[in-house]
């Protein structure tokens, strides 16, 4: 690989420009059409250059890493300008719609779905770090619609980023688990933050009184909007069903408590507990 | 100060006999009716002897460090039983139960009502760390209750923990803001861990497609049941409001979702983004 192209310098794209930067020979070139972060990535050394979408065809690697509304359109630009061994993928957090609208094209091989699970509760290329993938899971979806060569060469990648890669058929399959184990995490931690704000009138209280307990709890609510509110609205079905489900739990624990049940309480911790072998293998920030 | 009695040794116990053996000169006894916790703490050196209630006079300090629902009742006894200089506190995440216990007790001024804001996931003598009150806040509420030298005392032992002692005139004030910014905390996490096993039957999914995002929202779901229900109990009236506001939040949520406006999500999320201002201060885990 000698050229690689990342579009959308943000938390993600930056750091995987910063890591591949390190860890291939290949020259990582860059586009964002936000040009305060452009111009930070080439001014921070994330990219080498900045290219335009002219210069696709160029590539050995193109990665699309902008927000997943613009994922689908964007993708199927790339797919028209690129050469006949140019691999192509996007690192969104949700997988279906951009499967969706790449299934016919012509070079849906050169294509891979992925999704490296990794982030921070920060953003833009400032926020772009070295080890953000480190020991983490990239999940890939459809492999059987890639090329052999596309597959092997994005599990190359990500296994010199030291991740883990984990294949599942579907990328409605996908999109259903993340729901659950990452976008609902999001909007717990959002509204809890919402709800201290807006009781805490006097913002001093919570300073004081907020452990660190509270700001574990709390941390994704520091998370970019301009990230999120695209893959909550694209990931809208499975989302709605799991904070169904989370309000739902709320409300019988709320039931327990307001029957003063300590024994139901006690057993629904209990039952819970067991979320910390679920953990263990987990890289906390 | 010579000797210290500290009963009850967990997590906070056994972490504030370890540290108080390093910062100061005295002698640390402890008391557990947990045989198993008891003998652990003297095997670790938590304690440097194991002592009955016979022995509570003899004591400069004595730190109350055990469930919330059995420290009301437990305080008066060692009230009772304590010479006129001994200082005592205990370290519950609630307060209103214990001051109201001791309101009317003839040595109240030698009682300092106190929560020192730190904790982690795990409990027993096992857990205990140093380190773990390091820049964290100490809640000292109802001084006036107190005499003045008992409030010196307590400040001193608890800067030397390098912890900020920081007042609050009423007990019952303290106990509402902390069922917002620790109790209601650990109820989304459990019910967020829950909501999530019921869904992700195959666990190993959950472990490969959950990220450190989902690890920190969660994180306070592996807490010990027989800590938190008593609180939860004690504290019922308070975070019942609390968990009604934040589920009347989360189904606002779910509305905006429902009706596909993305400005909404939005607006919200960028409304809640300010909680960063709040958590820049906090130490995290």
Redesign the interface.
């Given at each position: 690989m000698n050229k690689i192209a990342v579009i959308g310098l943000g938390l993600i794209g930056g750091s995987l420009a910063l890591e591949l930067k390190k860890s291939t020979w290949a020259t990582v070139y860059g586009m964002d059409k936000n040009l305060e972060h452009l111009n930070k990535a080439l001014e921070l050394g994330i990219i080498y250059e900045s290219i335009d979408f002219d210069r696709i065809h160029e590539m050995d690697v193109v990665i699309i890493a902008v927000p997943v509304n613009i994922i689908p359109e964007l993708s199927l630009k790339v797919m028209d300008l690129i050469g006949e061994k140019t691999l192509v993928f996007d690192v969104g957090s949700t997988k279906a719609a951009v499967c969706d609208a790449l299934r016919k094209h012509p070079k849906r091989k050169n294509f891979v779905a992925l999704h490296p699970?990794?982030?921070t509760?920060f953003s833009g290329p400032d926020a772009a770090i070295y080890d953000l993938f480190t020991d983490?899971?990239n999940?890939i979806c459809e492999k059987e619609l890639s090329s052999i060569e596309m597959i092997e060469r994005v599990e190359s990648i990500f296994e010199g980023l030291k991740m883990k890669n984990?294949f599942m058929d579907s990328a409605v399959q996908?999109d259903i688990?993340?729901a659950?184990?990452?976008h609902?995490?999001?909007?717990?931690?959002?509204?809890?933050?919402?709800?201290?704000?807006?009781?805490?009138k006097d913002?001093k209280?919570?300073?004081?009184?907020?452990?660190?307990?509270?700001?574990?709890?709390?941390?994704?609510?520091?998370?970019n909007?301009?990230t999120?509110?695209?893959i909550?609205?694209q990931n809208?079905d499975n989302?709605?069903k799991?904070?169904?489900?989370?309000?739902k739990?709320?409300?019988e624990?709320?039931d327990i408590?307001?029957r003063?049940s300590?024994d139901d309480?006690?057993n629904?911790?209990?039952?819970?507990?067991?979320?910390?072998?679920?953990?263990a293998?987990?890289?906390?920030?």
């Open positions: 699970i990794a982030g509760e983490k899971v999940i984990v996908h688990h993340i659950y184990v990452s609902l995490s999001h909007i717990s931690s959002f509204m809890l933050g919402k709800t201290v704000l807006e009781i805490e913002e209280n919570i300073f004081n009184m907020a452990g660190s307990g509270f700001a574990s709890t709390v941390r994704l609510a520091k998370s909007p301009e999120w509110t695209p909550f609205m809208r989302l709605l799991s904070l169904e489900e989370y309000i739990n709320l409300i624990f709320k408590l307001t003063k300590a309480v006690l629904i911790m209990e039952n819970t507990n067991r979320i910390k072998n679920v953990l293998g987990i890289k906390q920030e």
